[in-house]
Antibody
Framework: EVQLVESGGGSVQPGGSLRLSCAASGFTFSSYWMTWVRQAPGKGLEWVANIKQDGSAEYYVDSVKGRFTISRDNGKELLYLQMNSLRAEDTAVYYC??????????????WGRGTQVIVSS | DIVVTQSPDSLAVSLGERATIHCKTSQSVLSGFSKLNYLAWYQQKPGETPKLLISWASNRESGVPDRFSGSGSGTDFTLTISSLQAEDVAVYYCQQYHGPPPKTFGQGTKVEI
């Protein structure tokens, strides 16, 4: 079955760290750009970061630059998001999403179910 | 960054009636090279994950009912649900993917009966 399954979310105090993981299955993970998208409680979708197929390029939304790092392990078919210096405004459901085939970063044709991150003292 | 603005924020439509959602981008998302509009539409039902409905502004994904259609070019786009069904109650998002990141989303439009 083609799917993405996120894990690693939880509750953390401001300034703390978390590492999210996304396990891919049912498709050739190494052939796709991958993206993290988040959704704060009751709010809309926010693009967070993406990474090229071979990990040679990564991009971030300004609000997380210098604090979050996206990475991937193609051998294990895993996508990661290391989140440091967490703030209350990072509280959200974090989705792992797959870009379509073809080599470039576009829209998202496959989404995971998400993992909840709560940043609170 | 390209700013994406949807209107209205919410709308109530009777069953069987037409629902129209607008999406405006702060810069053109039409590629001069490919002549394609780099815009997608998603549906997020309550408690569920977003689902891709339309890519390239008007290309309906496999399995999406034909009552959903996308149109527009440049900076102005529209998602139309021709005959609203109960299962279409959801929040709808447009997203631009033209140029470098971030690949920004609109704020969402809530469709109710």
């Amino acid at each position: 079955e083609v799917q993405l399954v996120e894990s690693g979310g939880g509750s953390v105090q401001p300034g703390g760290s978390l590492r999210l993981s996304c396990a891919a299955s049912g498709f050739t993970f190494s052939s796709y750009w991958m993206t993290w998208v988040r959704q704060a409680p009751g709010k809309g979708l926010e693009w967070v970061a993406n990474i090229k197929q071979d990990g040679s390029a990564e991009y971030y939304v300004d609000s997380v630059k210098g604090r979050f790092t996206i990475s991937r392990d193609n051998g294990k078919e895993l996508l990661y998001l290391q989140m440091n210096s967490l703030r209350a405004e990072d509280t959200a459901v974090y989705y792992c999403a797959r870009d379509p085939p073809g080599g470039n970063a576009y829209y998202f044709d496959l989404w995971g179910r998400g993992t909840q991150v709560i940043v609170s003292s | 960054d390209i700013v994406v603005t949807q209107s209205p924020d919410s709308l109530a439509v009777s069953l069987g009636e037409r629902a129209t959602i607008h999406c405006k981008t702060s810069q053109s998302v039409l590629s001069g090279f490919s002549k394609l509009n780099y815009l997608a539409w998603y549906q997020q039902k309550p408690g569920e994950t977003p689902k891709l409905l339309i890519s390239w502004a008007s290309n309906r994904e496999s399995g999406v009912p034909d009552r959903f259609s996308g149109s527009g070019s440049g900076t102005d786009f529209t998602l139309t649900i021709s005959s609203l069904q109960a299962e279409d109650v959801a929040v709808y998002y447009c997203q631009q993917y033209h140029g470098p990141p971030p690949k920004t989303f609109g704020q969402g439009t809530k469709v109710e009966i």
